[in-house]
């Protein structure tokens, strides 16, 4: 049975036509606006050709006057067996009611076991186990933050560089693989807030990254945008310190992302080579800020080179990348779903499948929930067929 356009989400295409329509504006005036020919753009509202780039959906979203996420559309509905497992409403309220600021009135245990809570919620994050994250966070966020108002150091300190880390890293990423980049810039702004009081740039850095990825790319929310100037200013303040290299090079490569989505992809190969020549001495280890190292900077390196409509090129980062050594799922399904795009734009569109199967099983949500594969499946679905094309496209209710 096919979906209608009342009861799921619409594809990106018809979202461009209706926001072109709003404006007023004729397929001619608005292609011109975003340098592109009448043909194409009508093909994009016909769903004929994807929008595979987030530089293009950002130029149109600037175009059309509306956010990218307005393209974009809204996240595919939960339908996985497993969805009444978890709910967003605990890490909601402890995201919106609670501040270093403004902690709640409540008994809050040690440090040290919060810490190790922090880590629990880290780890299942990295194993796509969002139950296990959603029952962690939100008391794990109250408690830090009676202890960041109210402590003694060092205490104090280690229970705001905690809320760096539960709030900036692990509810950010988890809000956006569900979908949620509303709230998830809401964790990174409570990140930024922890870390402005205190007074370790390399913490602060570390914020500043969990904001940059709080919301879509290809809305160029500035907190991405400004990143290749946050990086330069961490950069006398790296020392010998590993995890400021971490930090550092997590910060170059969002860097490079910022630029290919501005189009700057001169900018963006610097930018990765920076990071690739600080991985080369860490390596690959498991315990990194944001899993940085030779391993994850591939995957970064295969999305860039995607972004930049040069797959071939995808495939040989991504052929580079030693998956056992991405110590995360998550990272690993990063990786398939990049080549799935890339092997979708060279018309291998049974190869691409197979990729986003096994990036489904090692992180459902983190496939069904990305709109841009959303459109992908949407897309193959109109040339092709097959068993697991039609489950994966169920799974995501766009059939």
């Known amino acids: 049975m096919s979906r209608s356009h009342d009861d799921g989400p619409r594809r990106i295409g018809e979202n461009v036509r209706a926001a072109r329509r709003a404006r007023g504006l004729s397929l001619e005036a608005a ?28 130029a149109l979203a600037d175009a059309l006057e509306v956010s990218a996420d307005a393209l974009l559309g809204v996240s595919a509905p939960e339908v996985q067996p497993d969805r009444r497992g978890y709910s967003l409403v605990g890490l909601q309220r402890a995201l919106l009611d609670v501040s270093c600021a403004d902690p709640p ?22 194993n796509a186990d969002y139950a296990t994250v959603m029952a962690v966070l939100p008391g794990v966020i109250r408690e830090l933050s009676v202890h960041a108002a109210a402590g003694i150091e060092p205490a104090r300190s280690e229970a705001l560089r905690l809320l760096v ?14 979908g949620d980049g509303s709230l998830g810039w809401v964790a990174g702004e409570r990140a930024r807030q922890a870390a402005e009081q205190l007074d370790e740039p390399v913490w602060q850095a570390a914020a500043a ?21 946050t990086a330069d200013e961490l950069e006398p303040h790296i020392g010998d310190d590993p995890f400021a290299h971490q930090v550092y090079g997590m910060l170059r490569l969002s860097a490079a992302l910022a630029c290919q989505v501005a189009g700057d992809h001169g900018a963006a190969r610097d930018h990765a080579d920076e990071a690739a020549r600080v991985a080369e001495p860490l390596g690959d280890d498991p315990a990194a800020f944001e899993v940085f190292g030779v391993a994850n900077t591939g995957v970064w390196r295969t999305s860039l080179a995607v ?37 979708a734009m060279l018309g291998r569109d049974g190869d691409a499948v197979r990729e986003l199967r096994q990036a489904e099983r090692l992180s459902p949500e983190q496939v069904r929930h990305n709109p841009l594969i959303r459109e992908l499946v949407g897309g193959l679905l109109d040339r092709a067929g097959g068993r697991d094309l039609r489950g994966l496209a169920w799974r995501m209710n766009l059939v």
């Open 165 to 178: 880390v539960a709030c900036g890293s692990d509810a950010t990423c988890t809000l956006r693989h569900l």
């Open 105 to 126: 009135d409540m008994p809050s245990r040690p440090v040290a076991v919060l810490a190790a809570e922090v880590e629990r919620a880290d780890q299942a994050l990295r």
């Open 209 to 229: 990254f969990g904001q940059a990825h709080a919301r879509s790319s290809a809305n160029r929310p500035r907190a991405l945008m400004t990143t290749p100037r």
């Open 307 to 343: 972004e930049a409509g040069e797959p071939t090129e995808a495939l040989e980062y991504a052929d580079r990348v030693e998956p056992r050594a991405l110590a995360s799922g998550n990272r690993r399904a990063a990786l398939r779903i990049e080549k799935a795009r890339a092997l």
């Open 31 to 58: 292609a011109g606006l975003v340098g592109r020919s009448k043909g194409w753009l009508s093909k994009i509202e016909n769903g004929k050709a994807r929008l595979e780039r987030r530089s293009d959906i950002a």
